[in-house]
């Protein structure tokens, strides 16, 4: 057990659906980060947060969104879902804002039919 | 945008022997990089890093080497063994910025 909790681990909907994705960082993490995997893709790098604040954005869409709350769990948005959607949704957070090492959740499999 | 690229989606050593997996950027501007190891159904977990002001890093049988003026870092696994069976993410970051750029990782299959 990492100590970053993503839930649900399984998730399936369909084309237009919006769905919420869960992440509680590791106890004492301020910073969390999102990361999606596409079939045999690297990870991608969504978006970070940092106390509440963003800090940095990747390759987000518009349909996405994400925030963190005052007790540091945070949630992404997908909206309007596609089947180019369906991915594991990682999930990580770190202490500081600059990225050193990161501390990754067991993901979400998103899957949208 | 690729700029951390790892070439070999696979590779298959025989256990005992050395596992090399090679990565690349393009970004001068990472100053730390690391390497992540994935199982089946968890998340990435942190294995070894390097900072830019060194070019060789070891833990046990893990090495990472780093040349800079190539933009080029590998990690060696020496010997390797069959639990050491996974997926591996060359990642890279600048320490000023607030991102981590993940390569499309290497599957390691290690034979008995």
């Known amino acids: 057990d990492s100590g970053v909790t993503q839930t649900p681990k399984h998730l399936i909907t369909a084309t237009g659906q919006r769905v919420t994705l869960r992440c509680s960082p590791r106890?004492?993490?301020?910073?969390v980060y999102w990361y999606q995997q596409s079939l045999d893709q690297g990870l991608q790098f969504l978006i970070q947060?940092?106390?509440?604040?963003?800090?940095a954005k990747g390759n987000i869409l518009e349909r996405f969104s994400a925030q963190q709350f005052p007790d540091l769990h945070s949630e992404l948005n997908l909206s309007s879902l596609e089947l180019g959607d369906s991915a594991l949704y990682f999930c990580?957070?770190?202490?500081?804002?600059?990225?050193?090492?990161?501390?990754f959740g067991a993901g979400s499999r998103l899957t949208v039919l | 945008d690729q700029q951390v690229k790892q070439n070999s989606p696979s590779l298959s050593v025989q256990e005992g022997r050395i596992s090399i997996l090679n990565c690349d950027y393009t970004?001068?501007?990472?100053?730390?990089f690391l390497w992540y190891k994935k199982y089946p159904a968890e998340g990435p977990t942190f294995l070894i890093s390097?900072?830019?002001?060194?070019d060789k890093n070891e833990d046990g049988r893990f090495t990472v080497f780093l040349n800079k003026s190539a933009k080029h870092l590998s990690l060696h696994i020496v010997p390797s063994q069959p639990g050491d069976s996974a997926v591996y993410f060359c990642?890279?970051?600048?320490?000023?910025?607030?991102?981590?750029?993940f390569g499309a990782g290497t599957r390691l299959t290690v034979k008995p």
């Open positions: 390097i900072s830019s002001i060194k």
């Open positions: 947060y940092y106390n509440g604040e963003e800090r």
């Open positions: 970004n001068s501007m990472f100053d730390y």
């Open positions: 106890s004492g993490d301020l910073s």
């Open positions: 990642a890279a970051s600048d320490l000023r910025n607030n991102d981590m750029r």
């Open positions: 990580a957070s770190s202490v500081r804002v600059g990225a050193n090492v990161l501390t």
